[in-house]
């Protein structure tokens, strides 16, 4: 039971370069969320689906897309990266998206755009 | 504007005290409150959850909520230097990224305990 995964670990692009980080969870979760976390900025969220079929923005959407392609994989797409994307990504997943809300998180993908 | 509020710290203790984290939050309508331990360099990882007013126990931990001020606390006891990590206060807030309502962190603060 490998909990939530993400690829890649650590990433380095250029301006205007695309990439798309996986997320994959195998606890049967209905919701799945992307966040970023910067110094002192705490983390954000961009984008989250509640459930298999549907995704909603959040905090921080602008410059990213997501797809939900299954129950289990979220991926987060940066079309043309900016160096104001410079981050640690993480993904999570929780069992409802309701009042227990209580969030598990992956190991995170640290990612430097030059 | 939806806030959580927490003191940035370092909050630095001697090895054997008792850590007092706190939080605060803009959202009079939140139900859920979470802590998380982020150690350096990994990612969150949930250690109370709290959604009645009171205290609530778990081995050294202790999360304590107070929604008619808006407060929500958590005690760590007989503190370790392995407790020495960033602590995130989280809570759900409707209406926050989305109409389902989300979680809303902090900017977490970071404890030091000292052997």
């Known amino acids: 039971n490998a909990g939530v995964t993400q690829t890649p670990k650590f990433q380095v692009l250029k301006t205007g370069q695309s990439m798309t980080l996986q997320c994959a969870q195998d606890m049967n979760h209905n919701s799945m969320y992307w966040y970023r976390q910067d110094p002192g900025m705490g983390l954000r969220l961009i984008y989250y689906?509640?459930?298999?079929?549907?995704?909603d923005k959040g905090e921080v959407p602008n410059g990213y897309n997501v797809s939900r392609l299954n129950k289990r994989e979220f991926s987060l797409r940066l079309e043309s990266a900016a160096p104001s994307q410079t981050s640690v990504y993480f993904c999570a997943s929780s069992d409802i998206a309701g009042l227990f809300n209580e969030q598990f998180f992956g190991p995170g993908t640290r990612l430097t755009v030059l | 504007q939806k806030e959580v509020e927490q003191n940035s710290g370092p909050l630095s203790v001697p090895e054997g005290a008792i850590a007092s984290l706190n939080c605060t939050y803009s959202d009079r309508g939140s139900q859920s409150f979470f802590w998380y331990r982020q150690y350096s360099g990994k990612s969150p990882e949930l250690i109370m959850f709290i959604y009645s007013n009171g205290d609530k126990e778990d081995g050294r931990f202790t999360a304590q909520l107070n929604k008619a001020s808006q407060y929500v606390s958590l005690l760590i006891r007989d503190s370790q230097p392995s407790d020495s990590a960033t602590y995130l206060c989280a809570v759900k807030m409707m209406n926050y990224g989305g109409s389902q309502g989300n979680l809303i962190f902090g900017k977490g603060t970071k404890l030091s305990v000292k052997p």
């Open positions: 689906s509640a459930s298999e079929g549907t995704t």
